[in-house]
């Protein structure tokens, strides 16, 4: 039984751009590693934040989380991130479990302070704000609705 010339070389084109496509994805989706220097924080929520999520400043990637564990004593969060080597953090940088959208993933958001001292290789992220869910943000606005119809109408002046 002969094979069609046609067939071995139609095979290995696909084979090609399956790998083209791959070689493309990995890129794209920049899972690849970050060498840097370690940096911890500690939050009292984090809200679903997985192990090589982004670490970012004015939403540019400096680094990825390394690492979550719990504190046995404060029973807080402790994130391991690794930073870039380019970026120095000032230490008074607010660190805070930020959300790419309704559906996106979660990701750590830096806001650099102006502090003149640099936070050091091994150091912590003092400043930190924690996760606040989509659930909390609307249990939130329906006690604050639920606060302004007890208070009654506004006197605030009408149209007419």
Do not use: C, W
Not at 20 to 34: M, P, Q
Not at 76 to 100: E, G, K, R, W
Not at 134 to 144: A, R, W
């Amino acid at each position: 039984m002969g094979r069609n010339p046609i067939e071995t070389i139609m095979g290995a084109v696909v084979l090609v751009v399956a790998g083209l496509f791959l070689a493309f994805a990995y890129d794209t989706a920049d899972i690849k590693s970050i060498s840097g220097y370690p940096v911890t924080a500690a939050f009292s929520k984090v809200g679903g934040l997985d192990d090589g999520a982004d670490v970012r400043i004015s939403g540019i990637k400096v680094g990825s989380v390394s690492q979550q564990n719990l504190d046995p004593k404060t029973y807080q969060a402790i994130v391991h991130m690794t930073i870039l080597p380019s970026v120095l953090l000032p230490q008074d940088t607010v660190a805070s479990v930020a959300s790419d959208g309704l559906l996106g993933g979660k990701y750590i958001k830096l806001e650099p302070g102006r502090a003149e001292q640099a936070i050091a290789a091994g150091g912590t992220v003092t400043r930190t704000r924690n996760y606040q869910s989509v659930e909390d943000l609307v249990g939130e606005i329906i006690f604050l609705v639920s606060q302004d119809e007890q208070s009654g109408p506004s006197s605030a002046p009408t149209m007419e």
